[in-house]
């Protein structure tokens, strides 16, 4: 089966917890992360997730609010967006 | 990771500051199929096969929106020109049509459908005049119908009888929907060389020679070009600048690609073309006049408007081509006035007149759009101006329109407020002097020459 992939993306100020809290909710729905890179971009945290939903076991949508929601639960903005946004806008 | 993190984050600023977002994805269905004996039973079939075709449409989209997180701002139908469903029909049958399309828009949740359209360039059926005399009153009872008349084209000339008697609908609509600043007018267009494949309402509607159904997408994007220019364009020289446009509207339209392949794909339809325009919307920021002051005006219509028009227009098209597989509809910069915040500033302060927006019409689709007149302008000066307009497009070979609005009971200086998508229109000033005798000749135009080109 072809792998669904998708970037979260967390963006906010940085504080203890994050990628704990943003983690948890992936093991918790059967979401494999590919990769993980952090850095700080004019004081901002930013981590970006690759992450494997084949396997996900749940509807997206609703997948989608939960993790939005945890991160206005946590005070951080969270994006996501399937793969083929970033490999169709910046790869010809 | 097989992105960078700037790529990532650039994407992201993109949608959530720049306002980024598809601005409208149309379903064309054809209407050829529905004739009934009479015009009620017509009308039914109208009803019917728009639902059955379009019932998807709005949560296909919104399935799609959710997976890229791209706001899909418009959900839209167009059909076949209904001059050619329902020739034979009279004044009141064309209504019933137009009643028909509009609750079947209502039904499947699609706030325009277009395609209350008659193609008149060389001359008019018995049905084409039937629905031109019904345009005014199917505008005002209904709210989602958008209506077209195509009085021109290259191949054909200009149609002045039908130009006349478009002006005098125009004139009848704003007097009907008077109350309510005159919108009737908002979504009824005079085209010369009307395209087939326009996803971007109040023009489209699904031509002759396009399948039994097919999606177009238009994208839009002026925000982003205005904030790539802000951040990267101090100190460019033109042809850079021209560069730096033309790699960011390859990123627009990549997504446009993405989002009509996706939903196309979803709904079981196939996928039509690319609509290249940038699209303003009244959003602050979201403009093209911005981006014209960006490029280095004082103000949108000051000298060298036009120069800098060209180029942006040219750049759009030339990043657009590469990032999609069919480019198609109008595929220019719009400017209309009310729909863009910049636009309607620049008319204020009196920066743009009328005739330089007719002049930029010559290097950009898509004509006079979305253009308040004082509601006592005449209706021979009212076909002045379409003449004009079509003139340019039949000479250019160009896809020209007008959306007048006479706003019944204002003048000049005055305003006219629609909200939504529509905008705010300042009143604009318009000839001083007749044009009624040349009108009055009526008659056609023939097609011009297509060579000699100066």
Known sequence: MKKEKIVITVLGVNKSGVVANVTSVLAKYNCSIQDMNQTIIDDLFAMILIVDITDLNMDFAAFKEKIEGKGEEIGVKIFIQHENVFRMMHRI | ?454
Request: with cysteine.
């Open chain 2, 1 to 454: 990771m097989f992105l960078t993190a700037e790529e990532i984050l650039q994407t992201i600023s993109m949608v959530s500051v720049e306002n980024f977002d598809v601005r409208t994805t149309t379903l064309g269905i054809s209407l050829r199929d529905c004739r009934g004996v009479d015009a009620d039973a017509t009308a039914k079939k109208i009803y019917d096969k728009i639902c059955f075709r379009a019932e998807k449409l709005i949560s296909c989209a919104n399935i799609i929106e959710a997976k890229y997180g791209l706001p899909i701002v418009n959900k839209r139908a167009s059909v076949t020109p209904i001059a050619v469903i329902g020739d034979g029909f009279d004044k009141d049958g064309m209504i019933k049509l137009a009643i028909a399309m509009d609750k079947a828009a209502e039904t499947v949740g699609i706030n325009y459908i277009g395609g209350f359209s008659a193609l008149v360039q060389k001359g008019a059926t018995v049905g084409d005049l039937a629905l031109i005399e019904a345009i005014p009153e199917a505008l005002n009872i209904t709210q989602r119908v958008c209506s077209s008349v195509n009085v021109a084209s290259t191949k054909a000339g200009i149609n002045l009888d039908m130009i006349y008697k478009m002006a005098k609908q125009i004139k009848k609509t704003a007097e009907l929907t008077a109350d309510r600043g005159s919108i009737g007018c908002a979504k009824l267009v005079v085209f010369a060389n009307a395209v087939e494949d326009n996803p971007f309402i109040a023009g489209a509607f699904h031509g002759i020679s396009e399948p039994e159904v097919v999606l177009n997408v238009g994208i839009s994007g002026p925000g982003v070009v205005r904030h790539v220019l802000e951040k990267n364009g101090k100190g460019l020289n033109i042809g850079d600048l021209a560069e730096l446009i033309k790699k960011t509207a390859f990123k627009i339209t990549r997504m446009g690609q993405l989002v009509g392949q996706e939903v196309s794909e979803l709904m079981g339809v196939p996928f039509g073309i690319v609509d290249i325009s940038l699209a303003p919307t009244p959003a602050i920021g979201d403009s093209v006049a911005n981006i014209l002051e960006l490029m280095g005006l004082e103000m949108c219509g000051t000298d060298g408007t036009t120069f800098a028009l060209a180029i942006l227009n040219d750049a759009v098209k030339k990043g657009g081509v590469m990032a999609t597989q069919r480019v198609g509809g109008l595929s220019g910069a719009f400017i209309p006035v009310s729909e863009d915040e910049g636009m309607i500033k620049a008319v204020e302060c009196g920066a743009l007149s009328l005739e330089r927006l007719q002049c930029m019409t010559c290097v950009c689709s898509v004509g006079l759009d979305m253009i308040a007149i004082p509601g006592d302008t005449s209706v021979e000066t009212i076909a002045g101006i379409i003449a004009d307009e079509m003139a340019i497009g039949v000479i250019n070979t160009k896809t020209t329109a007008a959306r007048l609005i006479p706003v019944i009971g204002k003048g000049v200086g005055e305003k006219v407020c629609y909200g939504g998508l529509l905008g705010d229109a300042p009143i604009m000033a318009v000839g001083k002097y007749s044009c009624a005798e040349i009108i009055k000749r009526g008659g056609r135009v023939p097609a011009p020459i297509n060579s000699l080109k100066n």
